[in-house]
């Protein structure tokens, strides 16, 4: 092990600024090809461990959601607290894949609403993932982020949080070229959709992969290329769900906003901004309208999230 600290990575919020649905795989997974790209703002995962004798085996998960937003008439999703929450089953496979775990103890800080398409979960794994190897000192092998997948199709995404374009179900991923930071606002109008709920509701055929010449405009205008592409799924979440729509209208009707759009399965919503000034006054005005909705300002890095919030030492763990 490397030396005793503690790690504190960000799981930065995921949003998919398009998804388009293109097809089914025998297994019924619907093959995607999205642009994503990572808000500087999200849930953390600090993990510790000791380097000093005798160590415990195993690993210990504590799960704080006092952060994520619960309010009256909101819907979301519990996290779980055990062995189904997502961090704890990215631990469970670093373990098998990288090595034996000794006396880690990892601390999920919740502020991201789950069930929201902002991939809350798939980030956090991620960032356990991450936090495993700067404590142990062992990179991310090739055949660990290959199996991320078996966590969640957003996963080997959120292992390095830039933009990406995703195909497949998210696992074939390709850098894309953002041109500039884009400021961002995120709402989640307070009530969850799940996802198969969403893919379920969904009618009609298959639509076209994202054009290889918008791609590339993505680097030069990407507000432009952007209001080119769509999310296939915003009529069956918002069949699902009205507040989707709801929110939507809202974000697309606040001063300075260019484009509103849901991300992934939703219920969240983000508009995009040519100044992140405009975002930051324009979130604070729809906060204040829609009290019982989470309303967050902004950006979408360009360069992808530096993830490491700090580094110091701390006692070691005892049984
Ligand atoms: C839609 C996306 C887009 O980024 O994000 P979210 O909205 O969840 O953040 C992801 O593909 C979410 O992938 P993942 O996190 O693996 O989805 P899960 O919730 O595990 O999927 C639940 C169910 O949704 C359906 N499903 C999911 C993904 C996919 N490409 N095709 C599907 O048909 C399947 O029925 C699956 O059993
Ligand atoms: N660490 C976690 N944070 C959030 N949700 C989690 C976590 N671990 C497991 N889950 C489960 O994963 C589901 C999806 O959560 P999340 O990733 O936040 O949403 P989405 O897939 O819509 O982006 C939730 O229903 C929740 O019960």
Not at 18 to 38: E, K, M, S
Not at 113 to 134: F, M, N, Q, T
Not at 208 to 225: G, I, M, N, Q, Y
């Amino acid at each position: 092990m490397a030396a005793p600290g503690v790690v504190v990575e960000l799981a930065p919020a995921k949003v998919n600024l398009c998804l388009h649905v293109t097809g089914r795989r025998p297994d019924g997974y619907h093959r995607l090809d999205t642009v994503v790209a990572f808000a500087e703002l999200g849930d953390t995962v600090s993990g510790d461990t000791v380097s000093v004798e005798p160590a415990v085996d195993g690993i210990f998960l504590r799960v704080s959601s006092g952060l994520m937003p619960v309010g009256k008439g909101m819907t979301a999703p519990v996290v779980p607290a055990a062995v189904d929450n997502l961090v704890w089953r990215a631990a469970a496979l670093w373990g098998r894949e990288a090595g034996e775990l000794r006396a880690v103890r990892l601390t999920v800080d919740k502020r991201l609403p789950a069930g929201a398409g902002l991939g809350g979960g798939s980030s956090d794994a991620a960032a356990a993932l991450r936090a495993l190897s700067r404590l142990t000192g062992r990179p991310l092998g090739a055949r660990l982020r290959r199996n991320t997948v078996g966590l969640g199709a957003d996963v080997p995404m959120c292992l390095e949080p830039r933009p990406w374009r995703a195909r497949g179900i998210g696992e074939r991923l390709q850098p894309v070229a953002l041109g500039r930071d884009l400021p961002v606002v995120l709402v989640w109008p307070g009530r969850a959709v799940a996802t198969p709920a969403v893919f379920r509701a969904r009618s009609g055929g298959f639509g076209p992969a994202v054009p290889e010449r918008v791609l590339e405009h993505l680097a030069t205008d990407p507000l432009s290329a952007l209001a080119e592409l769509r999310n296939d799924l915003t009529g069956a979440a918002c069949a699902v769900e009205p507040a989707i729509a709801e929110a939507i209208a809202a974000v697309g009707g606040l001063d300075g906003c260019r484009l509103a759009r849901m991300s992934g399965s939703g219920s969240a919503v983000f508009g995009l901004f040519d100044d992140g000034a405009a975002a930051t006054v324009a979130a604070a005005a729809l906060q204040d309208r829609r009290p019982g909705w989470w309303v967050r300002a902004g950006v979408l890095r360009a360069a992808g999230i530096d993830t490491r919030l700090e580094r110091r030492p701390v006692a070691p763990l005892t049984a």
